[in-house]
């Protein structure tokens, strides 16, 4: 007997309108997982960058850290769309803090479901964003059964 190989079904023509549509806020918002010692030590470097020209040997020196650790916070900045210029030696921030701040990651900070939803009744749209996280994770589908799926039986 010969093998039979199925092709793949294609996923419906929803599925790829659904991966096409741009998110509700215009800013990238790469998915970060940043404990709060790396996000008090961004913070710490766009400030830095912001007070103008400074050598990487100061940055270095000011947030205690290595060669390895700086250039994964410049990676991790850019990738939020902070630009960081260098001028020779030195490195600047090339936005205001306000504007960098917007971008910045911040830690999970482990909000149970009636915080969030205390928190995404108030104006603005950071509240917005948060009911919006909220709904998403309340009113998700329930996950289909697969067919031919038995439960294991213990005897």
Excluded at 112 to 122: C, G, I, P, T, V
Aim: charged share 30%.
């Amino acid at each position: 007997m010969g093998t039979i190989t199925k092709t793949p079904a294609r996923p419906p023509a929803s599925w790829k309108k659904d991966l096409m549509k741009r998110s509700a806020t215009p800013r990238r918002r790469p998915v970060v997982q940043i404990t709060l010692g790396r996000a008090s030590r961004l913070h710490r470097l766009v400030r830095m960058l912001a007070d103008g020209p400074t050598s990487r040997d100061t940055l270095l020196d000011q947030l205690a850290i290595g060669l390895r650790t700086y250039y994964r916070e410049l990676d991790l900045l850019k990738r939020c769309g902070i630009k960081v210029k260098r001028d020779g030696k030195n490195y600047h921030l090339s936005s205001t803090i306000p504007e960098a701040e917007e971008r910045l990651p911040f830690p999970d900070p482990q909000l149970s479901f009636a915080e969030m939803a205390q928190l995404a009744r108030y104006p603005g749209d950071a509240s917005k964003r948060l009911a919006e996280i909220l709904k998403s994770v309340v009113e998700a589908p329930s996950p289909t059964i697969k067919k031919g799926r038995r439960k294991k039986s213990g005897t």
